[in-house]
């Protein structure tokens, strides 16, 4: 069953991965999700929802992990030094560097701006053009909460991340 189920939304689910992670890591996760798939195929329900959206469902929950992973990561490296640091040492240096950190700052508000779960709603209908039936369904929530939450999503969106020194 998981071969057919591979060959009829494998494309759907690497384009899909490519999207939100980009090219290098999308095979690695698409193997990923499919390793998932078949490790809980005895508790998959027909009555939740088409095996699609429940693969872009499993999909999405190993994006967030990667996700929360990288912003980890991202804020262990902004606080480390920068690779020949020691060689500078002059005032514009150092505020270089206190500009380039306020930067990754900024960014990292940004991606928190949205929760996990908002980010996962925006990709499956925008990219994937999942209905909203079958992107409630990959996110376990239901149907009549999708547009709601877009819109909430998009409001954020639009206030975007506030730099520190508008507040």
């Not at 991606?111 to 980010?119: A, G, K, Y």
């Not at 376990?140 to 939450?149: D, E, K, L, N, V």
Request: charged fraction near 30%; hydrophobic fraction near 40%; avoid cysteine.
């Amino acid at each position: 069953m998981i071969v057919e189920l591979f060959e009829a939304h494998g494309r759907d689910i690497h384009r899909y991965v490519e999207r939100r992670l980009g090219h290098s890591l999308a095979q690695d996760l698409t193997a990923e999700t499919f390793r998932v798939a078949i490790e809980q195929w005895p508790r998959f329900s027909p009555s939740l929802g088409p095996e699609r959206a429940w693969l872009f469902g499993i999909a999405s929950n190993l994006i967030r992990r990667h996700w929360r992973t990288e912003r980890r990561r991202l804020a262990a490296s902004a606080r480390l030094p920068v690779d020949g640091e020691a060689d500078y040492g002059g005032v514009g240096d150092v505020e270089a560097r206190i500009d380039d950190q306020a930067r990754v700052e900024r960014v990292l508000k940004a991606i928190d701006l949205l929760q996990p779960e908002d980010r996962d709603l925006i990709a499956l209908i925008a990219w994937e053009r999942l209905s909203y039936r079958d992107a409630a369904s990959a996110l376990g929530i239901p149907s009549g909460t999708i547009g709601s939450r877009l819109h909430r999503i998009r409001t954020i969106l639009r206030e975007g991340a506030p730099d520190d020194s508008q507040r």
